[in-house]
């Protein structure tokens, strides 16, 4: 969540350009990451125990000094158990501070069309906050936000800022398409939309925030859900499982969901990942 700034502008061209280089290198490597998924699975912390599943990837992404891409794990009898990003330790380096241009510090993410075929998501998109945002005192730390979007990257980058179309984004979903106890950030920032934070996560209540999960709404639908993870909490290597909280209704329909959201380090490869996972049809 870039959240709250409010004069936050993307450079839609330059999204748009990445977004057509990834999908075309997707489709022209699609067989090669067929065969990859066999060779390097994805390991899933507690999920190890299901054997029979492959990792198909998205394309991999510039970040830092390194390399982002998206995947998804699918066991034998086409079920999705996770998805998410895979991160180089490189990428977490040489990132931009201080820029003025937000499109030097977002991160298109395309996934393999299997996820789009099972899951509610489209794509995802990784955004650095050097500063982290606001709230002062709570979010103001370094971190990433991790965007799951259930709209395309059209209708995503079609979001106005709030003030050119408020009525759109308090055109609020009925509260069933959300968990209890999420509150309304005010307004609405571009090319994203309204943002609900946890009020039970624990940066609310005292402790020092390092990772909590948000949904995200505009013109009456849920359109992304949101982990945030603080740059400390990656570099270190921590294991976070942390259970996603779950509203009453989901749409779409017949689309499975997670219900929870992991993050670690595979200290074999030295790569980092964030998942969603243990997912469940809906």
């Given at each position: 969540?870039?959240?709250?700034?409010?004069?936050?502008?993307?450079?839609?061209?330059?999204?748009?350009?990445?977004?057509?280089?990834c999908t075309k290198e997707n489709a022209e490597n699609g067989s090669k990451n067929m065969s990859l998924s066999s060779e390097q699975k994805v390991e899933v912390p507690d999920m190890q125990s299901d054997a029979r599943y492959n990792t198909f990837y998205g394309p991999a992404v510039q970040m830092g000094n390194g390399h982002i891409r998206s995947w998804i794990n699918i066991n034998h009898n086409g079920q999705p158990l996770a998805i998410g990003?895979?991160?180089?330790?490189?990428?977490?380096?040489?990132?931009?501070?201080?820029?003025?241009?937000f499109s030097e510090v977002s991160f298109i993410l395309p996934f393999h069309q299997k996820v789009k075929q099972l899951t509610a998501y489209d794509h995802m998109e990784i955004d650095w906050n050097d500063h982290g945002h606001e709230p002062p005192g709570i979010y103001d730390l370094p971190h990433f936000d991790f965007h799951f979007y259930m709209i395309t990257?059209?209708?995503?980058?079609?979001?106005?800022?709030?003030?050119?179309?408020?009525?759109?984004?308090?055109?609020?979903?009925?509260?069933?398409?959300?968990?209890?106890?999420?509150?309304?950030?005010?307004?609405?920032?571009?090319?994203?939309?309204?943002?609900?934070?946890?009020?039970?996560?624990?940066?609310?209540?005292?402790?020092?925030?390092?990772?909590?999960f948000l949904y995200g709404t505009y013109d009456g639908r849920v359109t992304f859900h949101e982990p945030m993870v603080t740059m400390a909490v990656i570099q270190s290597g921590e294991k976070i499982e942390k259970e996603i909280r779950q509203p009453e209704l989901y749409?779409?329909?017949?689309?499975?969901?997670?219900?929870?959201?992991?993050?670690?380090?595979?200290?074999?490869?030295?790569?980092?990942y964030l998942s969603l996972d243990h997912m469940i049809l809906r």
């Open positions: 969540m870039k959240s709250l700034r409010f004069n936050f502008i993307k450079l839609n061209l330059v999204l748009a350009t990445c977004l057509y280089s990003a895979e991160i180089t330790d490189g990428a977490l380096s040489n990132l931009p501070h201080d820029v003025e241009s990257v059209q209708e995503q980058m079609a979001i106005p800022p709030y003030e050119v179309a408020p009525a759109l984004f308090d055109n609020l979903p009925s509260q069933e398409y959300l968990p209890a106890l999420y509150f309304r950030g005010p307004g609405g920032v571009p090319q994203m939309g309204v943002h609900w934070v946890d009020l039970l996560s624990p940066e609310f209540s005292g402790q020092t925030f390092t990772s909590t749409s779409p329909a017949n689309r499975y969901y997670p219900t929870r959201y992991s993050v670690w380090k595979d200290n074999r490869t030295g790569k980092h």
